[in-house]
């Protein structure tokens, strides 16, 4: 099996899908070039959507971010992210485009990442948690309730308490080796911030993922959100969503979480609130009696450009962003105590 790090310097796996890992990859490549990008697999949305409904490809969206954010060319960088204006490829991004050709023309989608990784030039190596054609199911018993497709149960109002919810792949997935491979050679395994339910959990119930997570002599990192999602978290505190975490792990295996205490403008809070987003609670007296170590920094980083024009698929997409230069620092500091 390929080994999915070089020698000599820091590893760090990072998992989790879309904006939360680019923009934390983004800056940690300028600690270390040993980067594993562990890629959630069940985005069924704007483009990613359509060439998954009519071409049967796997997932390319958030693989093509990672894919960009580890890549030194930045001609080939704004190639990949070219989203089509107009025609029958409107809405579409290139890198989407190129990845499901790669993947028809190879029939390996783990090849069609490879060769796009050369393309790129990348830094570090890219995994599809999965290579399984997998949808997400989100299911509460108690209320015979199932939502299925990530982007159904991400556009979803929550009528019960999520945290009451099991969520699954169907059909039930196997990892792909090379994760598992990533998490157990990792010297830190950093969870990026996300979606709970349609991008951090989906790869974490992966079949497993979980034990590799439990089993890694790696410090694992989970990097919490900066704000709650609408009719989803509402009102959760940095410790629900660290238990949340573990929850779909089945059982603790966090060292540390970070969180962000650096307070808003108050025309930062508008934009916020127009977002229906809210900053999380930092529960300092539950975190401090928590298995892992809570520390706080100043993570707040500007909020994202509005959608681009051509983004004309529906999808989700917030604004909302960490200061990824000051957390990817806050994880080295880590690894070097």
């Known amino acids: 099996m390929k080994d999915p790090f070089a020698k000599n310097d820091v590893k760090i796996a990072v998992l989790g899908g879309g904006t939360g890992s680019f923009t934390l990859l983004s800056a940690l490549k300028g600690h270390t070039k040993q980067l594993a990008a562990i890629v959630n697999m069940v985005d069924d949305g704007g483009s990613t959507g359509v060439l998954r409904d009519e071409l049967g490809a796997l997932p390319p969206g958030d693989v093509r971010q990672c894919l960009v954010a580890l890549s030194d060319s930045s001609k080939v960088r704004d190639l990949f992210n070219y989203r089509f204006e107009s025609g029958t490829f409107g809405g579409h991004s290139f890198g989407n485009i190129l990845l499901t050709a790669l993947e028809k023309v190879t029939g390996n989608f783990n090849e069609a990442v490879e060769t796009a990784s050369e393309i790129l030039r990348i830094n570090g190596v890219v995994i599809p948690a999965t290579l399984d054609d997998v949808r997400l199911k989100m299911e509460w018993p108690e209320a015979s309730l199932i939502l299925r497709g990530e982007r159904v149960i991400d556009a979803d109002y929550f009528r019960h308490d999520p945290r009451r919810a099991t969520l699954s792949l169907l059909p039930s997935a196997t990892a792909n080796p090379m994760a598992i491979s990533a998490i157990e050679q990792a010297d830190m395994v950093v969870i990026a911030p996300g979606d709970l339910y349609t991008s951090i959990g989906p790869l974490l119930v992966i079949d497993g993922i979980a034990e590799a997570l439990k089993n890694t002599k790696a410090s694992c990192v989970y990097v919490a959100n900066l704000v709650t999602k609408n009719g989803q978290t509402t009102g959760f505190t940095v410790s629900d969503h660290a238990s949340e975490i573990e929850r779909f792990v089945g059982g603790p295996f ?65 604004l909302i962003r960490h200061d990824a230069s000051a957390v990817a620092s806050a994880i080295i500091g880590l690894y070097n105590q």
């Open 254 to 318: 966090l060292d540390y979480v970070l969180y962000n205490e650096e307070v808003p403008t108050r025309k930062i809070m508008q934009k916020y609130k127009a977002e229906k987003a809210f900053l999380v609670k930092v529960d300092k007296k539950v975190l401090v009696n928590m298995p892992y170590k809570a520390i706080g920094g100043n993570f707040l980083g500007k909020m994202a450009s509005k959608k681009h024009k051509a983004d004309k698929l529906p999808v989700t997409r917030s």
